[in-house]
């Protein structure tokens, strides 16, 4: 099967693409793994409880809760007690933390810049990553309310 006239040979190699994007990515900060870099990247974008942040990165809850174990031994994250669920916690950022993810990002944005120098359309491309991250959230709001949907 095709996907909009583009040929399977193409898909696997873009798909082949992502995933040595994603090891450039890795390799750019020696400080922070990029599973960790995500779940860091999703508490300052706003999900801060554990069990979102496992749906928001499609990962299981014992994965998630092992990240933010060794992300708040470290100083970078910290769990503050939700006041009507004695279960729950909220993650936030710390100082360091925030530091490090800016510090992180900055280093990953200069890999990507290098990256679109060199392609013919540096502009298209972060147009078409930005269009990527979009899919991707469309299509997780999409499964979330599928199984809120199936829970009823």
């Given at each position: 099967?095709?996907?909009?006239?583009v040929?399977?040979?193409?898909?696997?190699?873009?798909?082949?693409?992502?995933?040595?994007?994603s090891?450039?990515?890795?390799?750019?900060?020696?400080?922070?793994?990029?599973a960790?870099?995500?779940?860091?990247?999703?508490?300052?974008?706003?999900?801060?409880r554990?069990?979102?942040i496992a749906?928001?990165?499609?990962?299981?809850?014992?994965?998630?809760?092992?990240?933010?174990?060794?992300?708040?031994?470290?100083?970078?994250?910290?769990?503050?007690?939700?006041?009507?669920?004695?279960r729950?916690?909220?993650?936030?950022?710390?100082?360091?933390?925030?530091?490090?993810?800016?510090q992180?990002?900055v280093?990953?944005?200069a890999?990507?810049?290098?990256?679109?120098?060199?392609?013919?359309?540096?502009?298209?491309?972060l147009?078409?990553?930005?269009?990527?991250?979009?899919?991707?959230?469309?299509?997780?709001?999409?499964?979330?309310?599928?199984?809120?949907?199936?829970?009823?």
């Amino acid at each position: 099967m095709e996907s909009k006239g583009v040929a399977a040979a193409d898909r696997v190699r873009a798909v082949r693409a992502l995933a040595r994007a994603s090891s450039v990515l890795e390799r750019a900060s020696s400080e922070l793994s990029l599973a960790h870099y995500r779940v860091l990247a999703a508490i300052s974008s706003g999900s801060a409880r554990a069990s979102r942040i496992a749906d928001r990165l499609a990962v299981g809850k014992p994965t998630i809760s092992a990240a933010v174990d060794s992300l708040e031994r470290r100083g970078l994250l910290e769990r503050l007690a939700v006041a009507d669920d004695q279960r729950a916690s909220t993650l936030r950022l710390t100082p360091e933390g925030e530091r490090l993810l800016r510090q992180v990002e900055v280093e990953m944005t200069a890999r990507l810049d290098d990256l679109c120098g060199r392609v013919p359309d540096s502009g298209r491309l972060l147009e078409s990553l930005v269009w990527l991250g979009e899919a991707i959230d469309a299509r997780m709001a999409e499964r979330h309310a599928a199984c809120r949907d199936a829970g009823r």
